[in-house]
């Protein structure tokens, strides 16, 4: 079986990639922000502050994450831009028995499916993750139907031996 996948990404395409994997990761943030809170607790208890002050001081600590969520956000997507263009271009994958294969106007790249750590499907892509550091974002759009993006995960998940993670 052999799968190839032509397109270009957009903005949209990155932008709802970096909030999937933010979601993901959720526990992570929440991990960060209760130790935040934490400390700011025994700050405030330290030096006789009151609840007042407390609940100001979490809101804004909220609030600050959420910008900061955004502007990662944007940061990330204005990374992949050139003269408001993809930096990849067109982008062609391939999917064969043994490897998989990335082209981009700029890159090439042949990858052993044993490197591949996990797929992730979204309702805007599936994202393949190599090695933890790469991941490949195949736009919905580039999938001729329900049916083919189907049968493509169930390709990669006996290929990479593990779970589809939504």
């Known amino acids: 079986?052999?799968?190839?996948?032509?397109?270009?990404?957009?903005?949209?395409?990155?932008?709802?990639?970096y909030k999937f994997n933010i979601k993901a990761n959720r526990s992570l943030?929440?991990?960060?922000?209760?130790?935040?809170?934490?400390?700011?607790?025994a700050l405030l208890a330290d030096a006789g502050g009151s609840r007042i002050m407390f609940v100001i001081f979490i809101a804004l600590t909220a609030l600050m994450s959420i910008i900061s969520i955004r502007?990662?956000?944007?940061?990330?997507?204005s990374r992949y831009k050139k003269n408001g263009k993809s930096v990849f271009g067109n982008t062609r994958?391939?999917?064969h028995e043994e490897y998989m294969y990335c082209f981009t106007e700029v890159t090439e790249s042949?990858?052993?499916?044993?490197?591949?750590?996990?797929?992730?499907?979204s309702k805007y892509g599936v994202y393949v993750y190599v090695l933890s550091s790469e991941v490949y974002i195949i736009p919905l759009s580039a999938f001729e139907s329900e049916i083919q993006k189907n049968e493509f995960i169930e390709f990669m998940r006996r290929k990479i031996n593990a779970p589809i993670k939504n």
């Open 93 to 95: 994958m391939k999917f």
């Open 29 to 41: 943030a929440i991990a960060g922000m209760l130790i935040g809170i934490i400390i700011l607790f």
């Open 71 to 77: 502007t990662q956000i944007n940061t990330m997507v």
């Open 110 to 121: 042949k990858i052993k499916y044993s490197i591949t750590d996990k797929i992730s499907e």
């Open 1 to 17: 079986m052999m799968y190839e996948f032509n397109f270009t990404h957009n903005d949209t395409d990155y932008r709802e990639f």
